[in-house]
């Protein structure tokens, strides 16, 4: 998230703070989802004082905190380089009030699954702050994009969709440092790629160790490989007819060349192709193909070199379609070579050279043979179908469901709501309560903030099936700030209440037959659903009410074997649709887009013909799963309309 929060000074980017005026440095990185995360107090302190030094150089960050042993920041391109991995990510230096939280020291953290504390966003950080100084009873998040509801007095946070609670604490640290006056812009990357002396930095550190790893090896084997026989191409039989080469003779046409130069044992021929031409490979996955055993000994192939190479040249240095040679193709691999995923980092140019660059300096130095290949594409759809060969599905009427535009109803009441599913409880027990966090015998901590004619803030009930007890109020509450759909949901257990709906916006879903088999169901032929939402403006039970939502992806493709079960799962599928639960608007998880329209707990499978991305079949336990969401959200078989 980009933002600027509350407390952060305007234009005040990654260049400089105003003139003479004192503001407080959070050294921040940009994640994958778009987002500026806040390095602690104590490394934005050492990145400082490094800055002070010398603001070309570059800062480690493992010397202030051994969790960020891999990290080094280069200060003139303005990056983050890991060195494990090769990944490369902006970072920036931004500005605040020295009254805000980081001036002050205070961190804003959220509790995550597994127990581990997170800080939030500066710009969140800072919003939260405020709200709590000035004695705000909650905070709605929806303004800087989150769909949370922040409410002090249980010092929790809440998802307003699925009402989901976590505990969130306020924390003092050491306080960010202060600075006063201008620095310098920083520059983009690489760094050290004009004349005079070379960048120091890891990443061209990485480039010079690579090539000289690679022309030590390659000087190696040009000092190990025997010498061509004299006249060998054109050496005659005593009859005076050419005679065919030996074997091991050098043989100039380009086929044979091209099949030797696949088989050279250097690991930097086709890996380091990335350096030259990135543009080439920014989307592509790549294979490394490997000997299956190095230990057992490598039977070396002589090099056979098409031309002599220059002194202290290698493959870094050729064109692109000559280094390209050998990773066109599979073909010229020899059988029985296994294959080592190297996988291209999202991002720019300068992310892929790292990468190649330690694959190439990791193997060259075993003295393997490597070949670069496309690693296989995943297949999302089906062949294609003519309109005669799409049947309907068996045992399910129709082959489309619509959905339109929620209408308000005027109607329930939230303590009408509220009290058909509780009994009352007057001796409660002593233990709290877990929407406000007070205890039972006492009154809901909502005193004061909700007034509901009839419910006084000390009644106590007890829902009906789970048998959890709640002051009444805190349920009034956590009604009144949901989808007020006429149904109550445990925070406990998750029971539900009534017939759940969500907030899916309007759309179609068609569902039919196709004449193909998924992997792992050969026998049976496919049910294709194909779900259709458009943009739209979002409703007043969306995040952002009248503000405009996009649709990523529609319309979207999944697949379900024509089964007993696959079809049980359409049918609830179905169902689940018509209540607008499949879908709702949200942040995407995968592109940090927020206001968009994304997937609610209900997994589906958009993979066609394989299974590279999880999403596709063979999947034995997906129908169990899915079945077993489906019921999370209310939806089963006894109440699921065909």
Not at 6 to 16: D, N, T
Not at 491 to 500: F, L, N, S
């Amino acid at each position: 998230m980009a933002r600027a929060g509350p407390g952060a000074v305007p234009g005040a980017g990654l260049g400089f703070p105003p003139q003479n005026v004192a503001r407080v440095v959070v050294w921040e990185w940009l994640n994958e989802h778009g987002r500026w995360r806040p390095y602690t107090a104590t490394v934005s302190h050492h990145i400082e004082s490094v800055l002070k030094e010398d603001a070309r150089g570059s800062v480690v960050l493992g010397q202030v905190d051994a969790q960020l042993v891999p990290y080094i920041i280069d200060l003139q391109s303005m990056h983050q380089f890991r060195q494990d991995t090769g990944t490369m990510r902006p970072v920036r230096r931004n500005f605040f009030e020295p009254s805000s939280a980081p001036g002050k020291g205070i961190v804003w953290e959220w509790e995550a699954d597994g127990g581990a504390w997170t800080a939030y966003d500066m710009d969140v950080c800072i919003t939260i702050q405020n709200a709590y100084e000035k004695r705000h009873p909650w905070l709605d998040l929806s303004s800087l994009g989150f769909c949370y509801l922040i409410i002090f007095g249980s010092m929790s946070q809440m998802n307003r969709q699925t009402r989901r609670r976590r505990r969130l604490r306020r924390r003092l640290d050491l306080a960010y440092p202060l600075t006063v006056g201008a620095v310098p812009r920083s520059q983009s990357w690489p760094v050290g790629a004009g004349p005079g002396r070379p960048c120091s930095c890891a990443q061209c550190l990485l480039v010079d160790c690579t090539r000289a790893a690679s022309n030590a090896v390659l000087a190696s084997q040009r000092r190990r490989a025997p010498p061509p026989p004299p006249d060998a191409a054109n050496a005659r039989a005593p009859d005076g007819t050419p005679r065919a080469p030996d074997a091991g003779a050098r043989v100039p046409d380009s086929a044979a060349a091209a099949a030797a130069r696949a088989l050279r044992p250097s690991a930097t021929f086709a890996g380091a192709a990335l350096w030259a031409a990135p543009a080439a490979t920014t989307t592509t996955t790549t294979t490394a193909e490997v000997p299956a055993s190095a230990s057992a000994g490598l039977a070396r192939t002589p090099s056979v070199p098409d031309a002599a190479p220059a002194p202290g040249q290698n493959n870094l240095n050729r064109p692109g379609p000559q280094r390209a040679t050998g990773a066109s193709s599979r073909a010229s691999i020899p059988p029985g070579v296994p294959a080592l995923p190297v996988k291209n980092l999202n991002g720019t140019g300068p992310v892929h050279p790292a990468l190649a660059g330690m694959t190439g300096i990791l193997l060259c130095a075993a003295g393997l043979p490597v070949c670069l290949t496309r690693a296989p594409k995943p297949v999302l759809h089906p062949p294609p179908v003519s309109k005669s060969d799409v049947k309907p599905v068996p045992g399910v009427p129709g082959v489309c469901r619509k959905t339109k535009k929620k209408h308000l109803k005027k109607s329930k009441n939230p303590e009408d709501v509220v009290r058909r599913y509780m009994q009352k409880v007057k001796n409660p027990p002593d233990e709290d309560c877990t929407i406000c966090m007070e205890r039972l015998v006492t009154a809901s901590g909502y005193e004061g903030v909700l007034r509901h004619k009839g419910v006084r803030p000390e009644l106590v009930g007890r829902l009906g099936r789970c048998g959890h007890i709640y002051h009444l109020l805190c349920l009034v509450a956590m009604y009144s700030n949901g989808n007020k759909d006429g149904s109550l949901q445990c925070p406990t257990c998750k029971a539900i209440y009534g017939e759940k709906t969500g907030t899916q916006p309007p759309g179609k879903m068609e569902f039919h037959l196709i004449p193909h088999s998924l992997p792992g169901f050969a026998d049976t032929q496919t049910i294709r659903i194909v779900y259709d939402i458009p943009t739209g403006i979002q409703g007043p039970e969306h995040p952002n009410p009248g503000k405009k939502f996009t649709a990523r992806g529609f319309p979207r493709h999944c697949y379900l074997p024509n089964n007993e079960k696959g079809r049980k799962v359409l049918r609830l599928l179905i169902t689940a649709w018509e209540r607008r639960l499949i879908f709702t608007i949200g942040t995407s998880s995968t592109t940090g887009e927020s206001d968009t329209v994304v997937w609610n707990e209900i997994h589906h499978k958009t993979e066609f013909g394989s299974n590279l991305t999880g999403h596709g079949y063979p999947d034995a336990s997906y129908l169990d799963n899915v079945l077993a969401e489906l019921t999370a959200q209310g939806v089963s078989e006894a109440p699921a309309k065909a």
